[in-house]
């Protein structure tokens, strides 16, 4: 039996280039972003238990379903080593940029007031909303993970054993312009944390985050020193 040959399409041989040029990612120093604090917005949560936490997600999760989460990876670069913005809550836990949609939202546009309100100067009380979010360049899906239940690790696949997931967590990749301001709230840093820090850490940065790193070998890293 001989070995056949598929003669592929023009259209797509020229597609191709084109498709590893969008996998490139071009990451600017940090010297060239501006960091700033703004006031904490008020949190009536911030007195909440674990019991109640677990009974208000209860009661979402019974009203509108799956709880939907996404997060944006934004890189920099320092020391000539690509480095991943965390927001840091309360000196303790990091977390991605990001949170959870509105029922009905789309996941580009919810990201996107997700990180204008997160990273944004806010105005008595709200994000510059429109045009903020008009210059959040949010690039393709990286990742999904699920929950089984509300306070349980996620997992990148949805095991054979889960019967009714109650959330999925969605990563996005944002490619930075060259500047930008970044203002958080007081209660929050924002830190540049090395790939090589959290590569597999999962015991300080959780599951999630600790496989930014193998995530990102799919694509193309171009680091601009300046």
Known sequence: MGLEMEDVPAAAAAAAPAAAREQGVEIYPLSRYYFGARDAAAAPRAAETAADRALRLKANFAAHGLRTSVHGVLLVEL????????????NSSF?????RLRPGEEDVQGLKRKLSSKLSVVVDGHADAEEDEDDWQVGECMGIWWRSEFEAIPFPYMP???????????????RLPMSRQFVVPRNMKLLAVPLSQIHNNAQVYGPVISGIPNL????????ISD
Request: net charge positive; proline share 10%.
């Open 79 to 90: 020391f000539d080593h690509p480095h991943v913005l965390l927001l840091q809550v309360r």
């Open 95 to 99: 977390v991605l940029p990001g949170g």
């Open 160 to 174: 054979p054993n889960f019967r009714t997931p109650k959330e999925c967590i969605k990563l996005f990749l944002i």
């Open 216 to 223: 990102l070998s799919k694509f193309s890293l171009t680091v």
